[in-house]
């Protein structure tokens, strides 16, 4: 089984201009994505996809494999789809597998993304897969930047959405909510079969890509993970990043 990993990002941000290359202790937090995914035993690839000559740059200057995608892009999906018909060109092969890692995941653990790749080894029918973790911080739950999402009995994503759900207005137990994580692996077909869907309606509201694959009845298998993601929407998070990222063991490992 060949799998790639494609890190899309790019420097317009509406939350938090030119974040791709801020630097994180010193590494630009691409640099960070790039080098921990590298790290993951299940992924053969990783390529970052961007529509800015500044990252196309940069990542040259050390070397990084990177591929120039369109800037018309409305959805991280649509980016990934697009850089993966572009490499399977370079590379003249088709890959089985595609792992999308957000571009503002500097502190993902390579056992994360090996959770994503393992569940197509069990089953050939499996179409998409999206990490998620238990929300430990109630200002997460209220937090718009933070997507939640509820899952039926087989742990397939039902819904995805920047609001509280389940809500809590009628229940006074204690509720668990899960945040979706910007980790998603894709079966080729499952990804190439994004771009040819229209963006729909729920989609656009909650801008989720994923949600377009639920209101065309496409399963996402959700795989919970106890590993700690913290993703860089905003400056804040940035320096909540930064100071963590100091005493972190993955980044001792490859900060030589």
């Not at 630097?23 to 994505?33: D, L, R």
């Not at 800037?71 to 490499?87: F, G, V, Y």
């Not at 890959?95 to 999308?100: E, G, Q």
């Not at 106890?226 to 490859?254: A, N, Q, R």
Request: glycine fraction near 2%; proline fraction near 4%; aromatic fraction near 6%.
């Amino acid at each position: 089984m060949n799998v790639l990993a494609i890190i899309p990002c790019r420097m317009a941000s509406s939350r938090f201009p030119n974040k791709p290359l801020v630097k994180i202790q010193g590494k630009a937090m691409i640099e960070h994505i790039y080098l921990r995914s590298l790290l993951s035993k299940k992924i053969d690839e990783v390529f970052i996809a961007t529509c800015d000559k500044e990252i196309i740059d940069f990542c040259k200057s050390l070397n990084l494999n990177v591929i120039l995608t369109k800037n018309s892009h409305e959805r991280a999906t649509e980016r990934c789809a697009e850089a993966l018909i572009e490499i399977e060109k370079i590379r003249k092969k088709k890959f089985d597998v595609i792992v999308m890692i957000q571009g503002d995941e500097p502190l993902i653990h390579p056992q994360m993304l090996d959770s994503l790749v393992n569940p197509f080894l069990n089953d050939n029918n499996l179409q998409v897969c999206n990490l998620i973790n238990e929300i430990q911080k109630k200002s997460e739950i209220e937090n718009r930047n933070v997507v939640k999402t509820v899952m039926d009995v087989d742990s397939n994503a039902i819904y995805f959405s920047r609001e509280p759900i389940p809500s809590n207005k009628m229940y006074k137990k204690m509720i668990s909510y899960y945040k979706q994580l910007g980790l998603i692996s894709f079966s080729r077909k499952s990804i190439l079969n994004f771009i040819k869907l229209n963006p729909t309606n729920l989609e656009i509201i909650e801008s989720v890509d994923m949600n377009r694959l639920i209101e065309n009845n496409i399963k996402i298998k959700l795989v919970q993970t106890t590993h700690e993601s913290k993703g860089v929407d905003t400056y804040e998070d940035f320096l909540e990043v930064d100071s963590l990222m100091k005493d972190d063991e993955i980044f001792i490992s490859y900060n030589v």
